[in-house]
């Protein structure tokens, strides 16, 4: 089995909080709105707690986890996210994802809200390191069946929109899962530009191929293939 690299406590948990730092200064959360988690071992994770702004949380708030939900330590008598569920889920279907992060970046937000994934070959290196990102059906905030929804996504995947909710995305470390949730909005803004052009036009299915082949140099190994357009069209 693969060893994997770890992060320390407190390397976690500085990373996590500057990740919510990010995530509120760009504008993806509002109010006390989404949750940023990390694992530290096989068995135990950071996780943000309830009812704390994204945007100034300090570690001590933080609280550590086992990977069956019960709290160990930290928090200063505050509970975790009613979301850590989702969290768990995606930890359990991947041993190689280290990082979780869900936020509202309100672009990526719309498109759930209006069901429809972002599966089109738009961008370039959205293509190579983001890929589809599919949407999770409609289920109510901290259920079984929303992190289930979700968590279903994540072997094959690099995020997911969900439905009327929001946005989660993974990855190896928290930065990386924090970038790809960065992406996700970047992404889903040209999209939307492009639908209020009246040109939503994807790649090449021919360019697709070129790009999907630069993901192992590039160090991604999923993320499905997003729909492009055929070829006689291309030259048009």
């Known amino acids: 089995m693969e060893t994997l690299n770890y992060p320390a406590d407190e390397d976690a948990k500085r990373d996590i909080v500057e990740a919510g730092r990010r995530l509120y200064a760009r504008g993806l ?50 509970k975790p996210s009613s979301e850590v569920k989702l969290h768990l889920r995606i930890y359990g279907r991947s041993r190689g994802v280290l990082a979780v992060c869900h936020a509202h970046p309100p672009v990526a937000t719309s498109f759930a809200a209006a069901g429809i994934p972002l599966d089109r070959a738009l961008l370039q290196e959205a293509v190579v390191l983001l890929g589809v990102i599919p949407l999770a059906e409609y289920a109510p905030p901290g259920s079984d069946e929303l992190a289930d929804g979700a968590a279903r996504f994540c072997p094959d995947y690099n ?44 790649m090449s299915e021919s360019q697709i191929d070129g790009l999907l082949l630069l993901r192992p140099a590039w160090g991604v190994t999923g993320g499905g293939r997003p729909a492009g357009r055929p070829e006689e069209d291309a030259r048009r």
């Open 159 to 202: 995020g997911a929109l969900l439905e009327h909710h929001g946005a989660v995305s993974w990855g190896g470390d928290v930065m990386g899962a924090l970038y790809r949730l960065e992406s996700i909005e970047y992404n889903a803004t040209v999209a939307m530009y492009s639908r209020l052009m009246g040109v939503e036009r994807p």
């Open 29 to 78: 959360v509002a109010g006390n709105d989404g949750n940023i988690s990390a694992r530290v071992s096989d068995t135990e994770l950071w996780t943000t707690p309830s009812g704390v702004s994204k945007g100034f949380m300090t570690g001590d708030m933080l609280i550590k986890m086992d990977i069956y939900g019960n709290v160990l330590e930290g928090g200063g008598g505050r």
